[in-house]
């Protein structure tokens, strides 16, 4: 089985502040459902309100992120999945409690694990 990564950033999701209880609900509901399916692996958001660092080897931390991922924030699913169309059919499932489109990713085989 494959590990897929499924998530969306923070703009993506436009509601209002009276529709996130209902959003809330339905994700909570489907994430019930890969817990029972025994798909899931873990779910989570970004904390914006904390500045992401990078850290050197050297064990340098600077404040700062990779040009590419300085707008990483939103929510994300990681599912362990039999195969992508599986895969896109929990980001459908996602995509409609969030009410939002969902970016699926698949990690790589690794051996030593």
């Not at 994700?27 to 019930?32: L, P, Q, T």
Request: with cysteine; charged share 25%.
């Amino acid at each position: 089985m494959t590990k897929y990564l499924i998530s969306f950033p923070s703009e993506a999701m436009d509601v209002s502040q009276d529709e996130l209880p209902a959003v809330s609900d339905a994700a909570h509901a489907v994430i019930r459902e890969a817990q029972d399916a025994g798909v899931y692996v873990f779910t989570g958001g970004i904390n914006e309100q904390v500045d992401p660092v990078r850290v050197a080897g050297d064990g340098t931390v600077t404040v700062d992120t990779y040009p590419q991922t300085r707008e990483l924030d939103g929510g994300f699913a990681v599912l362990e999945l039999p195969s992508r169309d599986a895969a896109l059919e929990w980001a459908a499932k996602i995509a409609t409690a969030c009410r939002c489109s969902q970016e699926v990713r698949e990690f790589m085989f690794d051996p030593l694990v």
